[in-house]
């Protein structure tokens, strides 16, 4: 553990309410990436962030926003757009391309669980 | 974009018995293939990983085999323990493109190991 960290654990808002989660790594990482976990499903790539000031949408990008100012933080804001936005958030950082013999595991963060009603 | 397919969604296994789960992948162009262990309320955390210049890999009672041509991957794990009981994910992904990074996952496999 350590080395990502993600805030809050649980956050409750009401419905039509921005939020934002946090994300911070001092793993010296280039790339992050948000995750979105429900029950009984796989991750799902929210989005992804190669490098500072640059950001790509992933697989689900409508009703969120990321910004990426600095190496090591990379929050996000659930819209009120999202439709669905009760879930486990998982943040995620590696390297971002050091050869064939390097390591691309993702670190994850423990998470963030929102819910709102 | 990449499609993994992972199964099965659920496996129960006595203590002692292999496990194996399989995925494939839609993408050819992907050529890094992780596995997660995620445990009830933890994160998920790598437990093996292959490239596609692999076959197969193993570290101790786990292993994964990989099968380029038919698209499929496979986690192996031998002897399993009660501690093994978790959510298993499958991803892939295409290093070295422009996309670098971007995994995707298989929907999960829940392991439960009987004492």
């Known amino acids: 553990d350590g080395g990502i960290t993600q805030s809050p654990k649980y956050l409750f808002r009401k419905e039509g309410q921005n939020v934002t989660l946090s994300c911070e790594q001092n793993?010296?990482?280039?790339?992050m990436y948000w995750y979105r976990q429900d029950p009984g499903q796989g991750l799902r790539l929210i989005y992804y962030?190669?490098?500072?000031?640059?950001?790509q949408k992933g697989d689900i990008a409508e009703g969120y926003s990321v910004s990426r100012e600095k190496k090591e933080s990379f929050p996000l804001t659930v819209t009120s757009a999202q439709k669905n936005p009760t879930a486990f958030y998982l943040c995620a950082s590696s390297i971002r391309w050091g050869g064939l013999a390097s390591s691309y595991e993702q670190y994850f963060g423990p998470g963030t669980r929102l819910t709102v009603t | 974009g990449e499609n993994v397919e992972q199964h099965p969604s659920t496996l129960s296994v006595q203590e002692g018995d292999s496990a194996v789960i399989k995925c494939t992948y839609s993408?050819?162009?992907?050529?890094?293939f992780p596995w997660y262990k995620q445990e009830l309320g933890k994160r998920p955390q790598l437990i093996i990983d292959i490239r596609s210049n692999v076959g197969e890999k193993k570290d101790q009672r786990i292993a994964v085999t990989l099968n380029k041509t038919a698209k499929h991957f496979s986690l192996h794990i031998t002897e399993t323990q009660p501690e093994d009981s978790a959510v298993y994910f499958c991803?892939?992904?295409?290093?070295?493109?422009?996309?670098?990074?971007?995994?995707?996952f298989g929907q999960g496999t829940i392991l439960t190991v009987h004492p």
């Open positions: 962030s190669q490098i500072v000031n640059d950001f």
């Open positions: 993408d050819s162009a992907s050529n890094y």
């Open positions: 991803a892939a992904s295409a290093w070295g493109g422009t996309s670098y990074g971007k995994l995707t």
């Open positions: 793993l010296n990482h280039d790339a």
